[in-house]
Structure formats: structure tokens, C-alpha cells
Antibody, heavy 119, light 106 residues
Framework: EVQLVESGGGLIQPGGSLRLSCAAS????????MSWVRQAPGKGLEWVSV???????YYADSVKGRFTISRDNSKNTLYLQMNSLRAEDTAVYFC?????????????WGQGTTVTVSS | DIQMTQSPSSLAASVGDRVTITCRAS??????LNWYQQKPGKAPKLLIY???SLQSGVPSRFSGSGSGTDFTLTISSLQPEDFATYYC????????FGQGTKVEIK
């Protein structure tokens, strides 16, 4: 079964760091484009970051310089390292598979992991 | 950055109604446009990719059209399970989501 399972969320103080994980099964992460998307409480979806199969990465302006997307091919897992966290980073974070190019959309999603940034 | 603007932000409709949601990009994005459905507390679900291609397993009452800057999602006959929030998303230059359209029961 094709599946994504996120973990690593929690309550963190402003300025702190957190690493989210997204474990994949049923497909190979490194063969696909993979994104992180977040949703603040009661708000819409916000794209955060993407890593292409070739390793190229892109970030939303709101997280550039603070967040880093990466993957571990041996573990078939996607990561999001989040540093210098702010209250406005509070959200449910989803990982999603995009297939082998930009045309296919995000067809597989995890269940989401909640990050709360608060003192 | 490419901005995506959906309209309306919300609408009320009845079962059986034809529903149309529009999405406008701030610059041309060719056909790099996807549509998602999200229900409360759940992850989004891909409905349409590449502007008009129906994702596998999605009912044929959903359809998408458009290219360039103007796009449309149509639900031909609204069903009870279709009450949800719908998002467009461009993948022409990084990614951007629209602000969402909530479809409610009239």
C-alpha cells in the first residue's frame, strides 16, 4: 500500500528547532518530487518546500533560510528541519508525493503532524 | 511569486446543483494547475491535475478546464459527500495554493 506517515510534531518554544519525518511505504521517495504543505488553525493550505528527484530544493519565502528539506534514501524517508521557529509556524504539517514531474499534482498525502510554537 | 485567487470564497448549494469554482493566476501558468478537495480534519485529496486530467478514482462529475491564467473546477451534480473546501494549486513556478472555496449546504 502506498502510504506516508508523518511524525515529529509537538510543542516548541519560539526560537526553537524541530525535525519532522515522513516515512514512505509502497514507493521510492527518491524517485519522486516530494513536498511539505502546512495548514495553520482555521486557515487554508500553504506550500512550504519541495525536493525534486534530482535533489533540487525550493522553499516558500516565509520559511527560506530557516527550514531545510531533505531525504534519507536508505530509510525511504523525507524530512523537514525547522529552525528559528515562530508563532506563525504553528500549523498541521503534511508531506505529499508529487510523482515524477510538476504536472501530476500531490496524489499521496500523510495524515499530518501538528507543530505548536508557543511559550 | 505567482498568486492564485479563487472565487467565490464560499458558496451554498443544494444536492444536484451544478457548481463552478474559478481560479485565476497572477501570470500564465500554462496548464500547471491542480485541484484538491479537503474535508475537516483530513488531508487534501487530489481531484484534477494538469488543469483537466481526472485523478484515478475520482468521480466523473468532477471536471477541470482552462489554461494560461484562468481555470475552472466544475461539479456537474453536487452530491452530499462533496460538501468540503476546494483548493487550486499551481506548480509552474514552485507551488502556490489558492485561498480555498468552501462549499456548504443550502
Amino acid at each position: 500500500e502506498v502510504q506516508l506517515v508523518e511524525s515529529g510534531g509537538g510543542l516548541i518554544q519560539p526560537g526553537g528547532s524541530l525535525r519532522l519525518s515522513c516515512a514512505a511505504s509502497g514507493f521510492i521517495v527518491s524517485n519522486n518530487y516530494m513536498s511539505w504543505v502546512r495548514q495553520a488553525p482555521g486557515k487554508g493550505l500553504e506550500w512550504v518546500s519541495v525536493i525534486y528527484s534530482g535533489g533540487t530544493t525550493y522553499y516558500a519565502d516565509s520559511v527560506k533560510g530557516r527550514f531545510t528539506i531533505s531525504r534519507d534514501n536508505s530509510k525511504n524517508t523525507l524530512y523537514l528541519q525547522m529552525n528559528s521557529l515562530r508563532a506563525e509556524d504553528t500549523a498541521v504539517y503534511f508531506c505529499a508525493r508529487e510523482g515524477t514531474n510538476e504536472r501530476y499534482g500531490m496524489d499521496v498525502w500523510g495524515q499530518g503532524t501538528t507543530v505548536t510554537v508557543s511559550s | 511569486d505567482i498568486q492564485m485567487t479563487q472565487s467565490p470564497s464560499s458558496l451554498a448549494a443544494s444536492v444536484g446543483d451544478r457548481v463552478t469554482i474559478t481560479c485565476r493566476a497572477s501570470q500564465s501558468i500554462s496548464s500547471y494547475l491542480n485541484w484538491y478537495q479537503q474535508k475537516p480534519g483530513k488531508a487534501p485529496k487530489l481531484l484534477i491535475y494538469a488543469a483537466s486530467s481526472l485523478q484515478s478514482g475520482v468521480p466523473s462529475r468532477f471536471s477541470g478546464s482552462g489554461s494560461g491564467t484562468d481555470f475552472t473546477l466544475t461539479i456537474s451534480s453536487l452530491q452530499p459527500e462533496d460538501f468540503a473546501t476546494y483548493y487550486c494549486q499551481q506548480s509552474y513556478n514552485t507551488r502556490t495554493f489558492g485561498q480555498g472555496t468552501k462549499v456548504e449546504i443550502k
